[in-house]
Each structure stands twice: as structure tokens, then as C-alpha cells.
């Protein structure tokens, strides 16, 4: 049977007619609920900017509290109550990093009211358990709702796999293999220069003899998440970062990034003063690099001291209502004297 342009273009358009309508009817009704569970940084902004003259946009640092805090507000909701004639709110989602960040400052509208934005800047997404993390493939998963397509197109990336998904084992093969073969580049010198042999002279003995299991497994963290230095032609979050800071500009969005906290006095105690150097030499190259591209950053990698971090068994952003009223103050008198 032949088929003629008289066949085909009736069916051609019933096609292309069931397209639109359900573009339409998702966008409509579907598109919004939808993305308060899948999309739920978006789906914040697409409201947040129209009432906001700054945003602060973070992960679970911003919300997490101790069970013996009395103050239980987040870091953006301090830095909001410290503020004198404008509005901040924040957005924020557990295990976010700069480039889950990038497409929803992407969608922010140039006729908003958002003049200001605040992003995390979290030490740790630099290193290798967070570039080869497990929990990637799920985040880039989450990543096509931010896309700035049509939502429907967006969904059905998200349905049909239509993203990078590395699988667990790989990662894990990845960040095993940059733990044996990464070279730590700073310019001063250090007495071992990958993850894997710095750790393997950090040992722990109990009075006994026997291995301090707990206090050497909490050192070696400590090693796998802070011994690395920052690449900047090839590590992501810089690429990342880069792309905020150019998104930035071309919204007219004066742009800061709150370089979080770290707990160098147990990275001394446990590991020694070489990581703690190596953690200020990353400090100064993203202060450096990020200051030169005229963003303004607001260094509070010191600011917290020990006894206020959160998980004492983990390397950790989380803060007790002191360390969160130490990052808010310091924020916000940055914007305020801006």
C-alpha cells in the first residue's frame, strides 16, 4: 500500500494535536503539584522571587538544628531578622551542591524582585566523595525539573532515563581510584600527596595496643574529605560555580557565596596541622578566584568553633543555634554593609 501526503498529514496532525493539548493540560494542572515533590527547589522560586529581595540558597546547613537548641530558626531565617529594609528567604534542599543550584538560578526571572542572591559554597562538594557520589544519579535525576524546557519535555526525561545515571559501582570504582592516584597540588610541601597514603599513616592504638576503631575511622574521614586540592581547569563545582557567577551577571543579580564552616580544630587534633593548611589553601583559592570574577565571598571557613558542629562521628556543615547565629551575623552584615 502507498502511502500518499493525504494519508499521512491527517495523522501527522492528530499527532501533533495530542502533543500540544498534553503539553498544555500538564503544564496546567500537573506541572505544579508535580514539582513540589520532584522539583521542590524550583517550585519555591517560581513563588519566592516575586516577595524576596535576596535569596539564600543551601542545603540541609541552613535547617539543621540540635536537639538542644532553643532557637530552631535556620541560618537565612537569622540572616532575615538581622536585615533592615529588604526581605531574604530561603531555598534549600539536603545534599544540594552548585550544580543542583545552577539550572533554578537559571530560571530566577530578570523582572523579579531579586536583586541578591546568597549560594552555599561548601568545601566538601569540591572533593572526591561528592563528585563521585552514589547519591548523583538520583540528583540528576531531580535535575531535569530545573531544565528550561517545557515542563512536559522535562517530565519525560525524568521518566525515560534521559539524563546521566551513573550506577553506584562505578562511583564507588571512581572514588576509589582518586583516592590511589589523585595528587594533592598545593605550594607548600606535605609529607604524603594522596588521599590513600595519608590515611594509611593515620593510625589510632588504644592503651592495650589494639586499634581505636572509632577514632581512626572519624581521622580517616576526615583525610578522604579534606586532603585534595582544588582543581580549577577540571573539577566540576568550579564549573559550576563559574557558570552561577556569569548567570548572575547577566540578571544583574548581585551575587555572594557563604563559604561554609569546617571544623579544622578536629582536623588538627585528629589528622594534624598539613590538612588544616591544605583546607586554608582551598579557602584562598576560591576566595582568589571568585573575588576576581566579582562575586563577593563571604569566608566563614573558621568562624564556628568545635563544640558547635552537629554530627560528632562525620565530617559535618551542621550547626548548633550558636554556629548558625555566627554565619547568619556574618551575612548578613555583609549585605548590609553592601
Not at 554530627?311 to 551542621?318: I, L
Request: contains cysteine; neutral net charge; proline residues 4%.
Amino acid at each position: 500500500m502507498e502511502w500518499s501526503f493525504r494519508h499521512i498529514a491527517p495523522r501527522v496532525i492528530v499527532i501533533l494535536t495530542t502533543i500540544l493539548i498534553s503539553a498544555f493540560v500538564y503544564k496546567k494542572i500537573y506541572w505544579i503539584p508535580e514539582l513540589k515533590d520532584q522539583g521542590p527547589m524550583l517550585y519555591n522560586l517560581l513563588e519566592y522571587q516575586w516577595h524576596n529581595d535576596a535569596l539564600y540558597m543551601g542545603e540541609s546547613s541552613n535547617y539543621w538544628v540540635s536537639p538542644d537548641d532553643t532557637d530552631k530558626r535556620t541560618i537565612s531565617d537569622m540572616i532575615n531578622d538581622s536585615l533592615e529594609g529588604m526581605r531574604l528567604s530561603g531555598l534549600q534542599v539536603p545534599a544540594y551542591h552548585a550544580g543542583m543550584f545552577l539550572p533554578v538560578i537559571k530560571q530566577i526571572d530578570p523582572k523579579s524582585r531579586v536583586k541578591y542572591l546568597v549560594v552555599t559554597m561548601n568545601l566538601r562538594s569540591f572533593d572526591q566523595p561528592w563528585i563521585y557520589s552514589t547519591q548523583e544519579g538520583a540528583l540528576l535525576r531531580t535535575k531535569c525539573f530545573y531544565y528550561d524546557y517545557h515542563p512536559l519535555y522535562n517530565r519525560l526525561c525524568a521518566t525515560l532515563g534521559y539524563y546521566d545515571n551513573p550506577s553506584a559501582d562505578i562511583q564507588d570504582k571512581l572514588m576509589l581510584h582518586a583516592f590511589e592516584h589523585d595528587s594533592i597540588k598545593v605550594n607548600f610541601p606535605l609529607k604524603w600527596y594522596t588521599i590513600n597514603s595519608w590515611k594509611d599513616h593515620v593510625l589510632y592504638t588504644k592503651p592495650d595496643g589494639s586499634t581505636d576503631e572509632e577514632k581512626q575511622a572519624l581521622a580517616h574521614h576526615y583525610v578522604k574529605a579534606y586532603a585534595f586540592s582544588i582543581d580549577t581547569l577540571n573539577n566540576p563545582r568550579i564549573k559550576d560555580f563559574d557558570e552561577i557567577v556569569r548567570v548572575c551577571k547577566s540578571k544583574g543579580i548581585k551575587l555572594y557565596f557563604n563559604l561554609l564552616s569546617e571544623n579544622l580544630q578536629w582536623a588538627d587534633s585528629l589528622v594534624g596541622p598539613d590538612l588544616v593548611k591544605v583546607m586554608q589553601y582551598n579557602r584562598d583559592v576560591l576566595v582568589r578566584r571568585y573575588t576576581a570574577m566579582g562575586a563577593t565571598v563571604i569566608d566563614n571557613l573558621e568562624l564556628v568553633p568545635a563544640e558547635s558542629f552537629g554530627e560528632k562521628n562525620w565530617t559535618t556543615e551542621h550547626y548548633d543555634q550558636k554556629g548558625r547565629w555566627l554565619i547568619a551575623g556574618k551575612v548578613a552584615g555583609v549585605l548590609m554593609k553592601n
